[in-house]
């Protein structure tokens, strides 16, 4: 199997974990939506859980993904496997004790933190410390994260990926079944915080007996002076930075919309959730497994093979998120009616969400090539280029945020982040382009013409069948099957389509479902 079917077939496989993830995922924010509405408490819970995420994608993903599998991969790669867990364990010492810190730090000054991502909370009496008390509980979330991260690279490296895929399977489960435990801690929002610590825990747990299995004895041994962990230092500055600025977006979008109407932080954070949906079906997926390609590529400097790869990549990525882009532009309400309009969320709500993911939605194409673009500067170990940009999209955010947050309240931060992921974009693939030469991009064009037309066919079914009178009448089961066929409709319209433009990359996904079926 070439190596590009064997990123789609390791692709697949993380995908079908991270729908199943994200499906529950959707479960856990629908139960949640239902308890809690679209007001002050599930404002604080939002923002209380989102501060402790920043820390974890910016310690264990940015530490992790960026930084530990390209040089542990150098590693495997020179078949000095007693030398890359030497390096592990030593990574595991220093992630230790920079998390055992910083979650201290989180839980002792949870208030302050709270203040700097949503100040406007201080207008709304309780709401500020509500957020705090539940950061509070939350904040040692990132230590277990971050760790079971580690576990994630290792594997990864190791062409693992299944087992590491379903850890937030678990996380998600957790969360669910401590919503119903409301009683237990005599709060609902409490509850839901306690479970995604206990859903940390899980998150660990699922990877240890795979870990074993391929030779990992973990141990604590500080060992600055190792190689591996040099490099690291020498790389992780600019990735810690970069990592953060990433997340920092939605913070900022979330700091503005602190100012508008109950429940815009929510409704951002929905919106949100529905984007990370589409792209964890494959967006995500692709970019997990083509970390350890390009590394193991860039140990031998096979410059060609990589953009090769990242060709490969971005026709799969804007392949899929082409047709879901217009999906969501078109169904936007009826999905948020279908999964979220029950209990406290109300038809304002849903109304209120629409509009955030209006502005979201066209950004889709933009942050799956950025996840693709991104590994291969890491995987060069390069890590200021990506740092620089991101900086520039940050600011970029910030001052589009200001400038929209007037005349499209929530639409406002959504739309910036929206341009400032197509700038950054394009940005990262000038300056690859810049530095390497040619990605080979006229075979991308081709292949983005025909997305195109097919997305448009797929717009004009799905157009149709909104406006039929009466399809979408009903109860939400009703609503919901009338959904789904909407869907499925649209789908068969766009792959029949693509089938008659003679699509590559349709051809090249069969190939992988055949392969994965012998």
Do not use: C
């Not at 820390?55 to 542990?72: D, K, Q, T, Y």
């Not at 495997?76 to 004790?97: G, H, P, Q, V």
């Not at 810190?101 to 709401?127: C, D, Q, Y």
């Not at 955010?397 to 394009?426: C, E, H, R």
């Amino acid at each position: 199997m070439s190596e590009h079917r064997h990123l789609l077939r390791s692709a697949s496989v993380i995908s079908a974990a991270t729908i199943l993830s994200r499906i529950l995922g959707y479960i856990r924010d629908s139960r949640v939506a239902f308890l809690l509405g679209a007001g002050t408490a599930n404002d604080a819970y939002t923002i209380a859980y989102r501060i402790p995420n920043l820390f974890r994608r910016l310690v264990g993903e940015g530490a992790v993904s960026a930084v530990f599998i390209p040089v542990f991969a150098r590693y495997l790669a020179s078949d000095k496997r007693k030398d890359a867990w030497e390096f592990a364990n030593a990574m595991l010492t220093l992630l230790t004790i920079l998390l055992t810190v910083i979650t201290v730090a989180g839980v002792v000054f949870s208030p302050l933190m709270v203040r700097l991502f949503a100040s406007g909370f201080s207008e709304t009496p309780g709401k500020l410390e509500l957020t705090s008390t539940l950061n509070r509980i939350m904040f040692p979330y990132i230590f277990l994260v971050s760790l079971s991260a580690l576990s994630m690279g290792i594997l990864n490296s190791l062409q693992q990926f299944a087992t590491p895929a379903f850890g937030p399977v678990m996380l998600n489960l957790t969360v669910i079944a401590f919503s119903f435990l409301a009683g237990l801690f005599g709060d609902v929002t409490k509850a839901l915080a306690v479970g995604v610590v206990v859903g940390g825990v899980f998150q660990i747990t699922i990877q240890i007996p795979s870990l074993l299995r391929n030779g990992w004895r973990p141990r604590l041994k500080l060992d600055v002076a190792h190689p591996g962990v040099q490099r690291v230092a020498r790389m992780m500055g600019p990735i810690l930075f970069s990592a953060g600025i990433v997340q920092v977006h939605m913070l900022v979008d979330s700091q503005f919309a602190s100012y508008l109407s109950e429940g815009s932080v929510t409704s951002i954070y929905i919106a949100d959730r529905i984007m990370e949906l589409v792209l964890g079906s494959y967006a995500v997926a692709v970019s997990t497994a083509i970390l350890p390609l390009l590394s193991r590529q860039a140990v031998d400097r096979q410059i060609g093979e990589m953009k090769n790869s990242i060709n490969f990549a971005t026709r799969v990525i804007l392949f899929i998120t082409f047709p879901a882009t217009v999906g969501l532009i078109l169904l936007r309400r009826e999905i948020i009616e279908v999964l979220f309009q029950h209990g406290g969320f109300n038809a304002a709500s849903t109304e209120l969400t629409a509009w955030a993911l209006l502005f979201f939605a066209p950004a889709l194409s933009a942050i799956s090539r950025i996840k693709v673009t991104v590994p291969a500067f890491y995987a060069l170990e390069d890590t200021r280029t990506p740092m620089k940009l991101a900086f520039v999209g940050l600011i970029l955010n910030i001052v589009l945020n200001a400038v929209f947050i007037g005349p499209l309240k929530n639409g406002g931060p959504a739309l910036a982040t929206s341009i400032a992921a197509f700038v950054n974009a394009f940005a990262l693939l000038y300056a690859f382009r810049k530095r390497y030469g040619l990605l080979g991009f006229r075979s991308v064009a081709r292949s983005t013409v025909k997305f195109l037309i097919a997305s448009t066919t797929r717009g004009v079914v799905t157009y149709v069948m909104i406006h039929w009178p009466g399809f979408y009448a009903g109860h939400t089961i009703q609503k919901g099957i009338a959904l789904a066929t909407t869907i499925a409709a649209a789908a068969g319209t766009y792959f029949g389509t693509a089938h008659l433009l003679r699509s590559r990359e349709l051809a090249e996904l069969r190939d992988v479902k055949r392969a994965a079926a012998r």
